[in-house]
Every structure is written in C-alpha cells, then in structure tokens.
C-alpha cells in the first residue's frame, strides 16, 4: 500500500519559490556592481513612494480614532462642567438665602519672571509688572496651574518683588481637605512646612490636599498649595502636626499670576 503524502508536500513549490526569492535578494543585497546597486536603488525608491500613501492612510485612521477619543473626553469634561456650574449656582442661592456675605472676585495679572533671589533674609523672585500695572501690596501670586507661589512685598512702577511661599518667614492659613481643619502652615528647621495644632481626631492621611483656607483678604480659598506628607505622632494626646509637600516646582517658574481683588 502506497504510504500517504505529506502535508508539506502540497506546499513544496511554494516553500521552494520562497527559497528562492530570500536566496536571490541576499545576493543582490550583497552584490557590489554597478548595475546591481542602481537597480537596487530604484527599487529602494519605488518602495518608499509607495510607502507615502500607505502612511498618509494609516495616518488618516489614526487622527479619526484620536479625534472621537477627544470628542468623547471633550463631551464628559462638558458635562462635568456644566455639573460644576450648577453646583456654583446652587450654592451662591443657598449663601444668599442664609445671608452670607458674597464672595471675593479676583481679576488676573500675568507677569513673566525676570529673576530670582535666595537669602538668609527672603526666598523671593521679581516680576516684570508693578503698580503701574495695577499691582498692589500684599496681592496674591500663583502659577499657571493655579497654585500658590507666593504674595506681593515691595512694588516698583514696572517690577514687584514676590516673596515665595517656601520662604522660612512666610505664613499662610490652610485647609486639609479631608478633615476640613483649618491651621498655619509655616516653616521650621528640620521639620519643613508644617501645620501645627491639628485636633489628634483629625482624619488625616498622606496624600491629602491642602488649599487655602479663604480667611485673609490676600488669596481666595481653594487655591491649591500642597499634599500631605507626614502626620507627627500626637503631642500630649491633643494635638499633631502634619507635614506638607508643596506643590509649586519653583525652579522651573516662567510666569505667574497675580491675584487683583475685583471689589
């Protein structure tokens, strides 16, 4: 009885004429003569002007999935805006309708850096607006992300001076914002920026946001200054103190923002 065929064998031609074909490209590949090498070069060629259409379509593709990414993105983050507006609202008719006072309004001066200064008396950098750009004493200053570099201290017609929030002497009122406690946070030696006098129930955890807490006529609430790093064992079973990372990166400052209250 005849034993039966390979599978492979049905393939044997087509296995053969690939063989072949590597075979005679690493040939050409490495063959140095001048025929050889101009037509391998208009090969070359041809093959990259055909690659151009198939790269434009590719392409095509890719910006049309990446464009319903972002239409997709841009309608949630609408929708969480328009979320965040309401909850606004709700809350200005609910303030009105206990009598609270209205809420500050802040307008906005950019000023680009033009150096900074660090001293045993004051960290602070220089901006390129003064009062005659309508910056005042003791006005609010952040990043374009919003969060807080520092205030005014001194004003020039063209320039102010900014002293910086890691500054040994500066003091700002915060809120951690998962207790809800308020407090200073200020620098000491060795322990870094610290807020003291925090009640032992305080739920605190490293990682916590901490924002101003609004209760200065310098920065609006909510602006952002760091994250909770640490939580010091409690001191006589009443208080602790909790460690803050901040968040301006203040070696890579450009330009900030001054704060100009709008009432």
Do not use: C
């Not at 807080?148 to 951690?176: C, M, W």
């Not at 924002?211 to 952002?224: A, L, Q, Y």
């Amino acid at each position: 009885m005849a034993a039966s065929a390979s599978p492979l064998s049905s393939y044997k031609s087509l296995v053969n004429l690939l063989a072949s074909t590597v075979l005679s490209l690493m040939i050409i590949a490495s063959n140095t003569s001048v025929p050889v090498i101009q037509v391998r070069n208009l090969v070359l060629d041809g093959s990259a002007y055909l690659y151009v259409p198939i790269q434009w379509i590719e392409t095509l593709f890719t910006l049309e999935h990446d464009y319903k990414i972002l239409q997709q993105n841009y309608i949630k983050a609408q929708i969480e805006l328009n979320k965040h507006k309401t909850l606004v609202q709700e809350n200005q008719r609910l303030r009105n309708s206990l009598g609270f006072k209205r809420e500050k309004s802040f307008n906005v001066i950019p000023a680009n850096v033009l150096s900074d200064v660090g001293s045993h008396t004051m960290n602070s950098l220089t901006v390129d607006q003064g009062s005659d750009d309508g910056v005042m004493l003791l006005a609010g200053v952040v990043d374009a992300r919003a969060q807080l570099v520092g205030k005014i201290v001194a004003v020039a017609p063209n320039t102010a001076l900014v002293q910086l929030v890691n500054d040994k002497n500066f003091r700002v009122s915060v809120r951690e914002m998962r207790s809800r406690n308020v407090g200073i946070l200020s620098y000491y030696l060795k322990k870094g920026y610290v807020i003291q006098d925090v009640p032992k129930n305080a739920e605190v955890i490293a990682g916590d946001s901490v924002v101003t807490s609004g209760f200065s006529d310098i920065f609006p609430e909510h602006i952002f200054v760091g994250w909770v790093s640490e939580i010091s064992p409690v001191i006589e079973d009443y208080v602790k103190s909790i460690q803050v990372d901040l968040a301006t990166d203040f070696n890579r400052l450009e330009e900030v923002f001054i704060l100009e209250s709008d009432d």
